[in-house]
């Protein structure tokens, strides 16, 4: 649509010095201008004349009702951008429906990037802004367009209105400028110049005062009375108005003095003309069957005739509004009826074999031509569809008589998934009928294609899974044997619709397998990278939901691109290849991996506008934020999930409410936890997936069980475990078996308990489960401890330790076996252990992190003050010189043995408890804890005590204290003449 992004050329344009200078010192001191006044007052002759003759460089941008779908928006705008950005300036996003619910951030990102592309400074003028209504999204497009605008550049607003809503913004950012109806107004001089240009030689000053006083300072009333300069120069009365009942009105100069002196030969062409909402010299030509076409076109043009003229490979015309509305108003009062609807129809005709099937719509509507309406419909609909226009789709079938859709299937269809994002209940009823009727015609493709639709539909509203089961028999039976003769992209879509079905709602259905292992073969053979991500998401899931992690994380692994590709080509990863590695993280129980991606797809989501998948990302974070008792980061991401919430009414809030349930419990609040647990729970239900009712009851019983409501705890587990049985999932089991062994021991059967973390273990280590959601580390803490302790599944025990960052249960008392990130040993030696490997300290650079190490232990380890340790290490230091060392050092250490092995806090260092283990401290606690004359006390003691504390430090004064009292203490407990073991050492 040339003339919609290009800007109209007036041939013999006056020039208006004092508005050009307002707009250059708008250009300088502003970055929006908002132009408005009533119809004729000279707006976009204003502003392309300015453009033209101060050479600014500009995209004309021209509003009409078709922009109310801001994707139409986006997808002209985007093609005129082209012409502006350089080759090789970052894509612009397009615009997806889905984007819609999010519409300022999508519009944010969308004109950062056209800005930061953008080589030079450039004008964008929005012309005929008051086409849009009050409500329209666009406004809020603009809005955002003109808060993203850089200095140096500039966005022109033209308008009817003095105060469209965008401008409300600027006007507060105090960067606006507004040429109203009072400057627009003509001066006597511009009225001179104009008359003179417009071929009036020499007017007297009486004439150009009666020009001036009569038209008002209206630029389009002073064009009609040049029309009659004769009239004028007698004095006539040509009081003007707009529709005013006192003197003549607009429409009744058009019909004097421009209509009725054109040839009559050339009524019957301005008429047909302007049927069409843009005209082309062969448009017109071929519509009204006459070469004069171009000859009036021109000369209207020539003469400033309510005509203007838009530059291109082609050119276009346009009439100005008012005088096409008065052009349309005589076409009515002198053709019938019928004959006004068969010219409308030549006209769409013109427009269609023109590649203009956009403008033939309203043609189309206007002469009530349903069927041809309909047919134009359904060859633009696909175009549409892939451009993002769902609205558009939905606007144009909104303009055909119900019985016209309901009795055409693929109407039907076209107007089910363009409701697929705005309404997807619509969409579902509208498909179900679309199958219904290609069923009865045996359309193959037709019933495929509403088929998978409406399956979309059903999964997109996320409520009531268990719809799919019917469909899946019913493609079973209708169409499984003849799904190869179905187009490839056709085949695909159905092959996801089965997965999708099938691993949500029938996980043994006996054709599961071969579904996941033809999406298997769709991925790998598919070379289009931005299919990939999304292809990837959904076997991913279907391993998720069947408890196969390591297979999850398989699928994960496969090329995110086309092998075949350079590097420098292969395409950036996207937000839903974030999802992907953020959710086998979660479940492989991969904390930095997890956060990491989740942080990287919410940045990468901000970059392209696309913030559907932000409560996903906001769910997974609060998941293993939760999960690794990390409180303030979770409560960070609950927050924000909250904030989304709000714009996004139905969003699933599944894990969203099991999170929060937990974080509610851990901060006192039992009840409420318990409320927030059993919505998730009854969500599950409703939504009918089994696997996420079994996780939810599992969940909710152990929640119950930390209440005190035992009872009815054992009850939800049995649930749960039932679910998971009857869709064999190992991971449900493994997770009943684990809480089943919790409670056994909070109730005393210490057998029971033994017995099903046994069996529980054992199916974490055939499986390789890191990761179960409702683990509180305390649970899971206990859990492995005893494992430890009674010897069960060791190895795969201390890996899942590790994995998940645990402390040992404090009422544990052989805490040495735990597999601690760090061991320090200072008894008889000093030696620091990190992930097994003994540290060698040979650099100079070593000694004084470890001696502070050293000195850290010696004062007892825990909070002790950075004033204290520097004393201790630079006694003789002067000013702040010793803490400015202390720093230092604590860098450095943090370096050698990790971040999360000493905290700070208020100015004291703490070692992290959980992180390190200490033998001096352990030696300390088993002193205190057990009785002197037991044997393997004993033994443990006398193992732990091998010389004394930081042997080789004698002359450390912070050392001798601790040292001295480990010696007494130990030669007490080893020399109590009560006990045989000791005389005999």
Not at 122 to 144: M, R
Not at 554 to 582: F, H, K, Q
Not at 661 to 680: I, N
Not at 781 to 806: D, F, H, P, Q
């Amino acid at each position: 649509m040339l003339a919609k992004t290009s800007r109209p050329r007036l041939s013999a344009v006056y020039q208006r010095s004092r508005l050009f200078d307002q707009l250059d010192m708008a250009w300088r001191k502003h970055s929006v201008t908002l132009a408005h006044g009533p119809p004729g007052a000279g707006k976009t002759t204003l502003v392309s004349s300015y453009i033209e003759f101060r050479n600014r460089p500009c995209l004309w941008y021209q509003v009409d009702s078709g922009d109310e779908d801001v994707a139409t928006f986006f997808h002209y705008f985007g093609s005129a951008a082209k012409e502006h950005l350089p080759v090789d300036a970052t894509p612009l996003p397009d615009f997806d429906p889905g984007t819609a619910a999010d519409l300022v951030r999508f519009s944010r990102q969308y004109f950062r990037k056209f800005y930061a592309g953008l080589k030079s400074p450039l004008v964008v003028v929005l012309d005929n802004y008051q086409e849009l209504a009050d409500a329209s999204p666009l406004h809020t497009v603009v809005q955002v367009a003109c808060e993203e605008i850089p200095e140096g550049y500039h966005i022109v607003i033209a308008s009817r209105e003095a105060c469209p809503p965008p401008i409300a913004s600027a006007r507060f950012r105090q960067a606006l400028t507004v040429i109203g109806a009072d400057d627009l107004v003509l001066t006597h001089e511009e009225t001179c110049g104009i008359a003179e240009l417009q071929g009036m030689k020499q007017p007297s000053p009486a004439t150009t005062l009666a020009l001036h006083a009569r038209s008002a300072g209206w630029m389009m009333g002073l064009m009609l009375m040049l029309e009659r300069a004769d009239g004028i120069r007698n004095d006539s009365d040509l009081s003007l108005s707009l529709g005013d009942d006192q003197g003549e009105s607009v429409f009744d100069y058009f019909g004097v003095e421009v209509f009725k002196k054109l040839d009559t030969t050339c009524h019957d062409l301005l008429l047909q003309s302007a049927l069409l909402p843009k005209m082309t010299i062969p448009r017109v030509t071929q519509l009204t069957g006459t070469p004069k076409a171009g000859e009036l076109l021109r000369e209207l043009l020539r003469r400033n005739h309510f005509i203007t003229r838009h530059a291109g490979k082609e050119a276009a015309y346009q009439f100005h509004p008012l005088f096409r509305e008065f052009l349309l108003e005589q076409a009515m009062a002198r053709y019938s009826k019928d004959a006004l609807e068969l010219k409308y129809c030549r006209a769409a005709e013109v427009l269609i074999t023109d590649g203009d099937n956009e403008g033939a719509i309203g043609l189309l509507e206007q002469a009530g031509n349903w069927r041809r309406l309909a047919e134009v419909i359904l060859a633009t609909a696909s175009t549409l569809k892939a451009q993002g226009r769902d609205a558009t789709l939905v606007a144009w079938m909104e303009k055909l008589p119900a019985d016209v859709i309901d009795t055409d299937p693929w109407l039907l269809y076209w107007h089910g998934s363009s409701k697929a994002f705005s309404d997807p209940a619509a969409s579902q009823a509208i498909l179900e009928n679309a199958y219904r009727q290609f069923r009865m015609m045996d359309d193959l493709v037709g019933m495929a294609m509403s088929w998978a639709g409406l399956m979309g539909a059903i999964f997109n509203m996320y409520q009531n899974l268990r719809q799919m089961d019917a469909w899946v028999e019913e493609f079973s039976e209708r169409l499984i044997g003849r799904l190869e003769l179905l187009p490839h992209d056709l085949q695909v879509a159905v092959t996801v619709a089965f997965v999708i079905a099938l691993s949500f709602r029938q996980p043994l259905h006996p054709d599961l397998l071969y579904w996941r292992e033809r999406l298997r073969k769709v991925l790998e053979s598919e070379t289009r990278a931005a299919n990939r991500p999304l292809l990837r998401h959904h076997l991913v899931t279907h391993h998720i939901l069947r408890g196969q992690h390591a297979e999850a994380e398989s699928v994960l692994s496969m090329l995110y691109y086309a092998t075949n590709l350079p590097s420098a080509e292969r395409p950036p990863r996207t937000p839903v290849d974030y999802i992907n590695e953020a959710a086998v993280a979660l479940h492989t129980g991969m904390k930095e991996r997890c956060l990491r991606a989740v942080h990287d797809g919410l940045r990468v989501a901000e970059g392209t506008g696309d913030r559907r998948l932000d409560s996903v990302f906001l769910q997974l974070g609060a998941a293993m934020s939760l999960n690794r008792g990390d409180l303030g980061q979770t409560d960070e991401f609950l927050a924000a999930f909250e904030r989304l919430a709000e714009s996004m009414p139905f969003v699933d809030r599944g894990a969203y409410y099991a999170v929060a349930a937990w974080r509610k419990f851990y901060a006192g609040e039992p009840a409420l936890a318990l409320h927030l647990l059993g919505r998730a729970v009854a969500a599950s239900e409703a939504r009918g997936a089994p696997y996420y009712i079994a996780v939810d009851n599992l969940g909710f019983g152990l929640l119950l069980h930390l209440c005190g409501r035992k009872s009815e705890a054992l009850l939800c587990l049995k649930m749960g475990r039932r679910l998971g049985a009857s869709i064999k999932n190992a991971l449900i089991e493994y997770a009943y078996q684990l809480f089943s062994a919790f409670i056994a021991l909070d109730t005393g059967g210490k057998n029971h308990a033994l017995y099903h973390l046994a069996t529980g273990m054992r199916l974490g280590q055939q499986h390789g489960y890191m990761h179960f959601f409702f683990f509180p580390p305390r649970v899971i803490s206990k859990l492995c401890s005893i494992a430890l302790g009674a010897g069960i599944e060791t190895e795969y025990v201390r890996i899942l330790i590790e994995r998940n960052e645990l402390s040992p249960d404090p009422s544990w008392r052989d805490a040495e076996s735990w597999p601690w990130p760090i061991r320090i040993y200072t008894l008889g030696r000093f030696s620091v252990v990190k992930q097994g490997t003994a540290l060698q300290f040979s650099g100079k650079a070593q000694k004084k992190p470890l001696e502070l190490l050293k000195v850290l232990i010696a004062l007892g380890g825990r909070d002790v003050s950075e004033a204290r340790l520097a004393d201790a290490l630079w006694p003789d230091a002067e000013g702040d010189a010793a803490s400015q060392a202390l720093a230092t050092n604590l860098f450095r250490l943090r370096k050698l043995i990790g971040e999360q092995a000493i905290r700070r806090q208020e100015n004291r260092l703490t070692i992290n408890p959980t992180f390190c283990w200490v033998d001096c401290w352990a030696f300390e606690r088993l002193s205190r804890e057990s009785p002197g004359d037991s044997q393997r006390c004993l033994e443990k003691l006398r193992k732990f005590y091998q010389g004394p504390f930081l042997d080789g430090t004698d002359d450390a004064p912070w050392a001798q204290s601790m040292r001295e009292r480990l010696k007494a203490r130990f030669a007490r407990l080893t020399q109590n003449p009560g006990n045989s073991s000791g005389k005999r050492s």
